[in-house]
T-cell receptor
């Protein structure tokens, strides 16, 4: 079975600082991995996805994530935080060939001016 | 291309009533997923429909049910509403190729 652990339910950074949101996964087979963002009172929007191609994945809004098999991690980063990045971020995993996405509990990102 | 649409946006019901939530997937998507997002509880998987059939169900009581229509749109029904059913209900669709879901904006259900 697949599972995802997001380390830190709340992360706070200053505007212009590095954003690092941590995600570790558990999967018995090669996984597909995803990051979604949710702005207040909205649905989830796909930021980026890893589907067994390049291990460094670039997404929208300047975010990127690196798949590290040895560490079973898929951390999300952005070099310089903007106020508009304040939102909740969800990491998700699915088994290749399967349909069901399994989500982490989410990390709320706050940006300080 | 139209995204996943959900209706209504907001729904207020009293305890014991029934609620019906609707979802239209992206054109060409045959799978529809329902999630409950209650305050502080993250995303809880409810139901998965594909090609008109229920494929998987999360750990929810039977009063949560749904269906998928021939045009792949879907309904989620919640009977005998309880206060703790108050949540944002999210619908997502996929094309079955396994590259992730596209989410709608959700229905905010409030039970009073």
């Amino acid at each position: 079975a697949q599972s995802v652990t997001q380390l830190g339910s709340h992360v706070s950074v200053s505007e212009g600082a590095l954003v690092l949101l941590r995600c570790n996964y558990s999967s018995s087979v090669p996984p597909y991995l995803f990051w979604y963002v949710q702005y207040p009172n909205q649905g989830l929007q796909l930021l980026l996805k890893y589907t067994s191609a390049a291990t460094l994945v670039k997404g929208i809004n300047g975010f990127e994530a690196e798949f590290k098999k040895s560490e079973t991690s898929f951390h999300l980063t952005k070099p310089s935080a903007h106020m508009s990045d304040a939102a909740e971020y969800f990491c998700a995993v699915k088994r290749q060939g399967a349909q069901k996405l399994v989500f982490g509990q989410g990390t709320r990102l706050t940006i300080n001016p | 291309e139209a995204g996943v649409t959900q209706s209504p946006t907001h729904l207020i019901k009293t305890r014991g009533q029934q609620a019906t939530l609707r979802c239209s997937p992206i054109s060409g998507h045959t799978s529809v997923y329902w999630y409950q997002q209650a305050l502080g509880l993250g995303l809880q998987f409810l139901l998965w429909y594909d090609e008109g059939e229920e494929r998987n169900r999360g750990n929810f009581p039977p009063r949560f049910s749904g269906r998928q229509f021939p045009n792949y749109s879907s309904e989620l029904n919640v009977n005998a509403l309880e206060l703790e059913d108050s949540a944002l209900y999210l619908c997502a669709s996929s094309d079955g190729q396994g590259y992730g879901y596209t989410f709608g904006s959700g229905t905010r259900l409030t039970v009073v």
